[in-house]
């Protein structure tokens, strides 16, 4: 989901970032005229009397600047979709320096207060017109206003939205003006009714966050992450609170007429917001987030964006008829209609709003997303056939990137004939020949390639390179024709394929400075993290929190690094930071553990603040993974629980995931039987009931499940759901997976003692294994190879050995503890096996590889195979006639052999 | 009995007095014409004010005999309730079982009435502050009651100034009434110390329902009406209050007979037509003169698609009343429905004499214009209506419709959210929206709205026959669903016996030839019934035949195949070869491979002597006549003799023009030629949906080679032209 996210979702949402370039229509408001005034102060008219210097008020250069500052990011920002009231505004004055502030504060209030007629106001703007007409003498001072500056453009637009008023915009103007001064004794309490009902629908998130464990993030509000040291009572009063309904700004609708901010300023708000949605959904409350749209919606009805992320809000938290309805409402809105959307900078922009085409696509990843491939592929379908005949080509591009999407997200078999209409695939291709599911998405996704090419969509083109890096990595890529004498078919994945995709998709980062992408980089958040800075310090400061000393210095220009916006747009981050967690993955499969662990690390702390919640975790479980593998469970397990605390397990299903792993490894190592059975079941119980939906969980169900009836000696049962798993496999042409579902064929067979039956199965693993580049598991398959050919007896020893020699290198650079102890295992079991090896003769060549695989696999906590080897120690010691040590290996052997055989306290192996 | 109705009278008598005294006009003008409305007595009192001259009391009696003998039966076996009609438990009208409420005597001489007396008649000049400042620090319940409304009304007025002087550049409509949150403080002091009265708790709702606190609102509202139930405006409010059948279950009502007229209101809003219709035609019972319970059966009547009856009630109130502008947009949506032009005129004539900046008035005008096919003059009025009235439903409805007709899909799209929005219960709303997206070639997208549509009104076949075309239209291609919908359809009354036609048809393209040859007899049946003929019925009778010969059953082949030998065209040489393979069939004559071939080497020759037939069709009469089922891309068109004799001459060259075409494979011509009316098959079908009855007399299917969709032309009954 979150790569296309970007894609879809989040092109959508940096739209109306690109129509900035400054408030187009400017609605005069008390706030603004408030601004206007402190305008007039910054830079006076120029009076023939006076030199060049500082005016009246400020003290210094800095001190004049600072103020100028303060009001070029008052215009800018896009906290919230109300303006803030004078109570606020004073007190971020106030903020900004405490020097003049007495004398600026009161100014304003008085001069406010004084515009009581319409000739007041006539005057004030009369006066206003003086700043911006430049001195005679304008030389060098800085005092001058440049009528084309930011806020020499604000003042302008002020003055022409005033002399455009009719005399009924004046009188409201006037009657605003009043309420806007006394708002802050004007604190009337609402009706009863009203609170109850914003209490409810704040009670009911509670209810709602407090069962998905993330009632304490709630509690600090989202602001909270951002300012270290900030005390609880200065984040109530932060202008951003977002969701603090109790907080009298956001309400205010009862008292007066409220005042929205610009409509640049507005579509800001809903970018950051929309931001917020995709990056962490968990940490927006869905009642009172629906409240927010709802309000800001009664004041902005033709600001259809709104519904639009309320169909948002709705997707992620799973509410799949409001999100349905609030699509259908947002497109019959704004569909085919010239309001937002239009102004966008350049042409190719708008492709994913606004027309009927990507309501469809919209639609499509709407089902896609709930897990309803038929009902996604009919829409995708009808797109494609709607935006062919509107001759839409970057929506087709998109489309059929999301087509493909599916593809590869959903399994789907070969029976399954879906896409066989016409419209998807056109005609010139498969002569006639059906082609596998495969085969459509891989010609679909070159097609979106080249058509994103041309189209110049850069983040449709790395996700696409992604998606090609994604296909490489699993499937075979077979040519669409392939008969004829000379058709050579390579049958082998190729890394240097995904690598080159890979490389090439990250080129957006690259790409995007010089594309349409970085229009959309100005969208007033760097002002509005300025803002928020400022209370945030100014209310520390106040409240003289003993925490904040660094604060105290009253040192607004320096930022915080994390409250710094990035000057790459988020989804081009996001897409850049996917490759690297599609990196990760590939060393996964080829098996280098220190490239895995390298590229999560890059992702989890380069591409953190931009990676959405269940991206970000994702990096996390693969390095907590490593850390089991590599380091014992006792680590892993201090490590998740630092993840969960970060990513809370109801809401993250990746960690949820990692952690029933963890504990059924663990069980089945110690032998606890029962939770892994019980762990087994569970999975089963997550994975949806759909078909073809959620095909990976399912595998890992069965897969665990098999290896749980292995470890309990149920054979048989154990290689029916083998074999089962394997035509799933097969079914839905999941080549990877089949090669460990092989392996682990021929460990049940191994087990069992059939060894000539489970050759075959290794064989044919390794083959796989070779076929698409998995290193570590094809050294794994080897191993079980050599376990195969020991098991036929003695004689083969030889063979066995050399197999073993074969993978070590392999096994040692990369290999976990498990595979290394059983490396280790295998080769003193070669040794002891050889009728020409003597132990007398080298004793190390067997002692020492089994003492470390003991080492290993205690920190493994391993029973069976720790058994083994102390037994293996034990004979060897025999052998040397080393009696104490051979006592002291028996004893350990002992131990283990009872724990595995009366498991002691089972529960244990549920908590960690 | 009679004391019942006098005491009806006294209530409402007082009522009127009182509700004018406080300026309530809408509530008092309701009370006294329900007051009029009294049933007369044999003997009238010398008391009763009424003063209605004997020719108007007749002519309601009149026309209620004429109800009477042609209304449907629940007007014939409505017990007449006698004096004895306190046995009756059921009928509570004149029973016992309604609470008596007392009405309360007035403090119109409390002090300061002269006060009062010079509030009103500020109040009555509409100039309210000045009403309100006069009343200020007057004790009285009804100085602080007029006051109160006085502010509340200066509040509105402005309002309503304020939204058409800030146009701001989001299109805000914050525009909210200045006097709330002081009136909200005000009343709610009053409601605590207990020193409010009925008046005062019905504002105070009002208020609250502004403020949006609609489940207080409710709550005072009742308790308004419990105390006093004559207010009909409180119950009004209160009406539009309940959105749904559970919020009206668990009001907490006392029951006087009041609460009939507002549970009737609030079932004929919430679509329960039938539980409506009882209790209007119960309360006709007392109030039998009363024009609003007439309109509103009428109103139900309509819904209900009764349009005839429903005609009829609105003739004799437009007689009765011919100033009447309430509920008359009904009735020209009736007329609408009708295509009764001159009746339409007539009517929008009238009320644009009588007061033409109604919204009801706009309304009528659009209909007559839309129905003169003037769509954008019709634009023109739903638009002045909405500015009237922006929460007008049907009007955004209708306007829909409109621009329907003059291809501003967006909007059309737009002012059908918009209805839709204000009642997310208007099932014509959503079924517009979807019948756009389905012409704009996204029937999956359309589906969504039909779904929605069909939910709401569950047995409406037009609404799944709706759904159905869609899932069986060329680019989903969902039969099995489009079959369930029919099956659907066909269970809910489908008039016009699409449904079990095209069951037929989808049937025999799956192959299930056995539930194709059960819904083609139905729907034989069916057309036996009504007496109708044309292509379905050969069709009908061509599968049927060809059905049971195929299973051997010989002798209702045989019987289909003669009753086909009454038409003229290609079918009928059909049926004779058919007949033909039958006797020898029967002789046991084996050689199926040469009557085939015969058969069709002469139906080859027939087709090039007349030239009626398209290649098409010969494809699909030979795949049907192997056992094949009939493929979806056949052509089955209506020879030209087959054509009922009222389409008049223009339309019969336009169709004749089209088949000609077709037949000689110029497709695109025929596409082109009907390119500008391809929007049409939306008037039909919304024309339909309101109620309009048409059939479809012949059809041609053409694949559009571009989009891969199949151009439907159908022929329909009472049409202008042939529509696609």
């Not at chain 1, 901010?261 to 009172?288: H, I, T």
Request: net charge negative; hydrophobic share 40%.
């Amino acid at each position: 989901m979150n790569v296309f996210a970007g894609v879809g979702g989040g092109a959508a949402a940096t739209e109306a970032g690109t129509a900035g370039g400054g408030p187009v229509l400017l609605e005069l408001t008390p706030h603004k005229i408030a601004l206007c005034q402190l305008v007039h102060v910054f830079a006076p008219p120029a009076q023939a009397g006076d030199g060049p210097g500082l005016p009246f008020p400020f003290e210094s250069v800095a001190h004049h600047n600072r103020l100028g500052l303060f009001l070029f990011t008052l215009t800018r920002s896009c906290e919230d979709f109300l303006e803030p009231p004078l109570e606020e505004l004073l007190r971020q004055l106030k903020a900004v320096d405490d020097l003049a502030n007495d004398w600026l504060c009161g100014q304003l209030t008085s001069n406010l207060t004084e515009l009581t007629s319409p000739d007041d106001l006539f005057n004030f703007f009369d006066k206003l017109r003086g700043v911006l007409a430049a001195p005679e003498g304008a030389g060098e001072d800085d005092v001058y206003l440049d009528p084309n500056s930011q806020l020499g453009v604000f003042l302008r637009c002020c003055i022409l939205a005033f002399n455009s008023m009719s005399f009924e915009g004046v009188c409201h103007i006037l009657a605003n003006l009043v309420s806007y001064c006394n708002a802050a004794d004007a604190s009337y309490d609402l009706a009863e009714d009203e609170d109850y009902d914003t209490e409810m629908s704040n009670l009911m998130d509670v209810d709602i966050g407090a069962r998905a464990g993330i009632f304490d993030k709630y509690n600090q509000g989202y602001a909270a992450e951002s300012h270290i040291g900030e005390s609880s009572s200065a984040l109530t009063h932060a202008p951003m609170s977002l969701h603090d309904f109790d907080d009298a700004n956001a309400l205010k609708t009862d008292d007066g007429p409220t005042c929205l901010r610009s409509r640049w300023q507005l579509e800001a708000y809903l970018n950051q917001q929309a931001d917020v949605l995709e990056k962490d959904p968990s940490s927006v409350p869905l009642n009172s987030f629906n409240a927010t749209m709802t309000q800001l919606q009664t004041l902005a009805p033709e600001l259809h964006r709104v519904q639009f992320l309320q169909y948002l809000n709705a997707l992620c938290h799973d509410d799949y008829v409001a999100s349905l309805d609030n699509l259908h409402r947002y497109f019959d809105y704004s569909a085919g209609m010239q309001g937002l959307f239009t102004r966008s900078a350049s042409p190719s922009q708008d492709i994913v709003v606004g027309k009927y085409e990507s309501a469809l696509l919209c639609l499509g990843n709407l089902h896609c997303y709930f897990g309803h491939p038929k009902k996604a592929l009919e829409a995708f379908v009808e797109a494609v056939r709607v935006s062919q005949m509107n001759n839409d080509d970057s929506c087709l591009a998109y489309i059929l990137g999301a087509i493909s999407n599916l593809l590869s997200k959903i399994g789907m078999s070969n029976t399954v004939e879906i896409i066989g209409s016409p419209y998807s695939l056109g005609t010139n291709i498969g002569l006639g020949t059906p082609l596998s599911i495969q085969q459509q998405l891989l010609v679909l996704l070159k097609r979106s390639l080249k058509r994103a090419d041309i189209l110049k969509l850069p983040s449709l083109l790395s996700f696409d390179h992604l998606s090609l890096a994604k296909f490489d990595l699993k499937h075979v890529q077979r040519p669409l024709v392939s008969f004829g004498p000379n058709a050579s078919t390579k049958l082998k994945t190729c890394p240097a394929d995904v690598c080159k995709n890979l490389r090439l998709s990250s080129r957006v980062l690259t790409d995007f400075g010089t594309d349409v992408l970085s229009t959309s980089n100005d969208n007033g958040s760097f002002s509005t993290s300025w803002l928020r800075n400022l209370s945030a310090a100014s209310n520390s400061w106040c409240s003289s929190s003993t925490k904040s000393r660094k604060l105290q210095k009253n040192d607004f220009d320096n930022f915080y690094y994390h409250a710094q916006p990035s000057p790459i747009p988020a989804p081009v981050l996001q897409l850049a930071g996917s490759t690297y967690l599609l990196r990760a993955t590939a060393w996964e499969h080829y098996g280098s553990a220190p490239m895995v662990r390298m590229n999560a690390l890059v992702y989890a702390t380069s591409f953190a603040d931009a990676a959405s919640q269940s991206d970000l975790s994702l990096a996390y479980v693969k390095l907590i993974q490593q850390q089991a593998v590599f380091k014992g469970y006792s680590a892993a397990f201090c490590a998740l629980k630092l993840a969960e605390k970060k990513f809370p397990s109801s809401t993250s299903s990746h960690i949820q995931l990692l952690r029933m792993q963890l504990l059924h490894e663990r069980a089945l190592h110690r032998g606890h039987l029962k939770v892994a059975q019980q762990i087994c079941d569970e999975f089963g119980v997550l994975s949806s009931s759909v078909c073809g939906v959620d095909i990976e969980l399912k595998t890992e169900a069965s897969l665990r499940c098999a290896r749980t009836l292995l470890a309990a000696k149920q054979f048989s049962q154990a290689a029916a759901v083998a074999n089962s798993l394997y035509s799933t496999c097969y079914k839905y042409n999941m080549q990877v997976e089949n090669a460990s579902v092989l392996l682990l064929l021929a460990e049940i067979h191994k087990k069992s003692d059939n060894a000539v039956l489970g050759l075959p199965y290794a064989l044919a693993s390794q083959s796989f294994c070779k076929a698409f580049n998995l290193d570590l598991l094809e050294a794994s398959a080897t191993l079980t190879l050599a376990e195969l050919w020991l098991a036929l007896g003695p004689s083969h020893a030889r063979r066995a050995v050399s197999l073993v020699y074969q993978s070590l290198p392999m096994i040692l650079g990369h290999g976990g503890l498990e595979l290394r102890a059983r490396a280790h295992i295998v080769l003193a079991k070669c040794h002891l096996f050889d009728p020409n090896f003597l132990v007398s003769k080298d004793p190390y060549a067997v002692l020492d590889p089994l003492t470390q695989a003991t080492e290993d696999l205690h920190v493994l906590e391993y029973h069976e195979m720790a058994a083994e080897a102390y037994y293996l120690k034990a004979m060897a010691y025999n052998h040397l006639g080393r009696l104490d040590e051979r006592e002291e290996a028996a004893t350990s052997f002992k131990e283990h052999i009872t724990a595995l055989e009366k498991p002691l306290n089972e529960e244990d192996s549920l908590s960690y | 009995m009679a004391s019942a109705k006098e005491t009806y009278r006294a209530e409402l008598r007082s009522a009127a007095r009182q509700l004018g005294e406080r300026c309530l006009y809408s509530a008092a003008k309701w009370a006294a014409e329900l007051l009029v409305g009294v049933e007369p007595d044999a003997a009238p009192a010398p008391s009763a004010a009424m003063d209605s001259p004997s020719s108007s009391s007749a002519a309601s009696g009149g026309r209620l005999l004429h109800l009477h003998r042609s209304g449907g039966s629940s007007f014939r076996h409505r017990p007449r309730p006698g004096a004895g009609s306190s046995s009756e438990v059921g009928t509570p009208l004149g029973g016992v079982s309604y609470v008596s409420t007392p009405i309360p005597d007035d403090d119109a001489f409390d002090t300061g009435g002269d006060k009062y007396l010079l509030a009103k008649t500020y109040f009555d000049c509409r100039e309210y502050r000045r009403a309100a400042h006069v009343l200020q620090n007057q004790g009285g319940r009804k100085a602080v009651f007029l006051r109160c409304y006085a502010l509340y009304m200066a509040g509105e007025k402005r309002k309503e100034e304020e939204m058409i002087e800030l146009e701001g550049s989001l299109g805000k409509s914050n525009a909210i009434n200045q006097e709330l949150v002081a009136l909200e403080r005000e009343l709610s002091t009053y409601k605590r110390t207990g020193s409010i009265d009925s008046f005062g708790l019905y504002l105070y709702g009002i208020v609250l329902r502004d403020k949006g606190c609609e489940g207080l609102a409710r709550t005072i509202l009742v308790e308004s009406v419990n105390s006093y139930p004559w207010n009909w405006s409180a119950w009004s409010e209160l009406q539009s209050l309940c959105t749904s059948s559970d919020i009206l279950n668990n009001l907490n009502l006392k029951n006087h007979w009041m609460k009939d007229f507002f549970l009737a209101n609030a079932y004929l809003e919430l679509k329960m037509h039938e539980e409506s219709l009882k209790r209007y035609e119960r309360l006709m019972g007392v109030f039998r003169c009363s024009g609003y319970i007439q309109a509103q059966i009428a109103t139900v009547q309509y819904n209900m698609r009764d349009l005839d009856e429903a005609e009829m009630i609105f003739e004799e109130l437009l007689r009765t009343d011919p100033f009447r502008v309430d509920s008359m947009d009904i009735y020209s949506n009736l007329l609408y429905a009708k295509e009764s032009m001159t009746a339409l005129s007539f009517l929008a004539h009238r009320v644009f004499l009588t007061d033409k900046y109604r919204a009801e008035s706009c309304c009528i005008m659009a209909n007559y214009y839309s129905l003169k096919g003037q769509h954008e003059k019709s634009v023109l009025y739903f638009r002045r209506a909405l500015k009237l009235n922006r929460k007008y439903l049907s009007a955004w409805t209708l306007m829909g419709h409109e621009y329907v007709e003059l291809k501003n899909t967006p909007a059309a799209i737009d002012a059908y959210r918009r209805a839709v929005d204000i009642n997310p219960r208007d099932y014509r709303a959503w079924y517009g929206l979807g019948q756009i997206y389905e012409m704009m070639g996204m029937p999956f997208y359309a589906l969504y709205y039909f779904q929605k549509s069909s939910y709401l009104q569950p047995n409406d076949a037009r609404l799944w026959i709706a759904m159905a075309q869609c899932y069986e239209s060329d680019p989903l291609q969902m039969i099995e669903e489009a079959i369930k919908c029919y099956e659907r359809a066909a269970n809910s009354n489908d008039t016009e016996g699409i449904a079990l036609h095209q069951l037929a048809k989808l049937h025999g393209m799956l192959g299930q030839s056995d539930e194709a040859a059960f819904y083609y007899k139905k729907d034989l049946e069916r057309m036996e019934v009504e007496e109708r003929q044309g292509q379905n019925f050969v069709e009908a009778l061509l599968f049927l035949a060809k059905h049971y010969k195929s299973i051997g059953r010989f002798e209702e082949a045989e019987h289909y195949c003669t009753r086909l030998l009454d038409y003229t065209g290609p079918e009928k040489e059909t049926a004779k070869s058919i007949l033909q393979g039958l006797k020898r069939a029967r002789s046991g004559f084996p050689s199926m491979d040469i009557d085939q071939f015969t058969r069709c080497g002469r139906r080859f020759l027939m087709n090039k002597a007349c030239g009626q037939c398209s290649p098409d069709r010969r494809r699909k009469e030979k795949n049907s006549s192997e056992g094949c089922a009939p493929l979806e891309t056949s052509v089955s068109m209506s020879p030209v003799g087959y054509f009922p004799s009222f389409l008049h001459s223009v339309m019969l060259s336009v169709c004749i023009l089209a088949i000609r075409l077709h037949i000689a494979g110029a497709d695109d011509l025929v596409r082109m030629m009907l390119a500008s009316s391809c929007w049409s098959v939306a008037t039909k079908r919304t024309r339909r949906l309101h109620g309009a009855k048409m059939s479809v007399t012949g059809m041609i299917q053409i694949p559009n080679s571009n989009s891969g969709a199949t151009m439907h032309i159908a022929f329909l009954q009472g049409s202008e032209s042939p529509t696609v």
